[in-house]
């Protein structure tokens, strides 16, 4: 399994970014997907979740009515749309798959080896 990050960069509060994950070797459409994002000093946070044919999202509170999490079955993609960014938003944000289990790629949902994850920047 393989999952790309990308989108992310440095956004003024109030401001949007559009983060994408692009995913190989897996059945895409069957797998439910996450986002999470990681802090510098603070553990791993959920931020959403989406079911392999979208019926189903869910959010982390402090996210909720801002971020959207979509996917592209076709293009084996996820996107999380962020809206309204705040400083508190800075993290490095990470996919990964949310079930089955067999297909993570990591323990917390935030694989940090590198060439993971996607650096979003709130900046005033």
């Known amino acids: 399994v393989q999952l790309v990050e990308s989108g992310g960069g440095s956004v003024q509060p109030g401001g949007s970014l559009r983060l994408s994950c692009v995913a190989s070797?897996?059945?895409?459409?069957?797998?439910?997907m996450d986002w999470y994002r990681q802090s510098p000093g603070k553990e791993c946070e959920f931020v959403a979740t989406?079911?392999?044919?979208?019926?189903?999202?869910v959010y982390a509170g402090s996210v909720k009515g801002r971020f959207t999490i979509t996917r592209a079955n076709g293009k084996n993609t996820v996107y999380l749309q962020m809206n309204n960014l705040k400083i508190e938003d800075t993290a490095v944000y990470y996919c990964e798959v949310g079930y089955p289990a067999d297909y993570k790629t990591s323990l917390n949902g935030c694989n940090s080896n590198r060439g993971r994850g996607t650096q979003v920047t709130g900046s005033s």
């Open positions: 070797g897996l059945p895409f459409s069957g797998v439910t």
């Open positions: 989406i079911t392999g044919n979208s019926a189903s999202t």
